[in-house]
């Protein structure tokens, strides 16, 4: 079972990039995703989260308004669309599966499936 993201980057303050989510196995078409990241020296810290049917979406506070979180489930694929990119969301990105509900992920430490992550820069 993997998660595999991609679509990380180089960009300037400001642009945009869209990181997609790819699973092995139809299975995670059950499960919660969602993305959390992590940058140098510091914790894990969660993004976003979609629940199994795309009906309800979490966003941690600093991104909102800014990412859409998305899924197709057809095509065993997430996304994150990254708008109005600043320094300070520089970080690997991870894509996430998990059974519990979108917003139970924000203060989890943990997940129960999670892949390589892509790596994001953002220039100022």
């Known amino acids: 079972v993997q998660l595999q993201a991609s679509g990380g980057g180089l960009v300037q303050a400001g642009g945009s990039l869209r990181l997609s989510c790819t699973a092995s196995s139809r299975a995670f078409r059950a499960y919660t995703m969602g993305w959390f990241r992590q940058a140098p020296g510091t914790e894990r810290e969660f993004v976003a989260a979609i629940s199994w049917d795309g009906g309800s979406t979490t966003y941690t506070e600093s991104v909102k308004g800014r990412f859409t979180i998305s899924r197709d489930n057809a095509k065993n694929t997430m996304s994150l669309q990254m708008n109005s990119l600043k320094p300070e969301d520089t970080a690997v990105y991870h894509c996430?599966?998990?059974?519990?509900?979108?917003?139970?992920?924000?203060?989890?430490?943990?997940?129960?499936?999670w892949g390589q992550g892509t790596q994001v820069t953002v220039s100022s």
């Open positions: 996430l599966a998990d059974r519990r509900p979108s917003r139970e992920l924000v203060t989890a430490t943990t997940y129960a499936f």
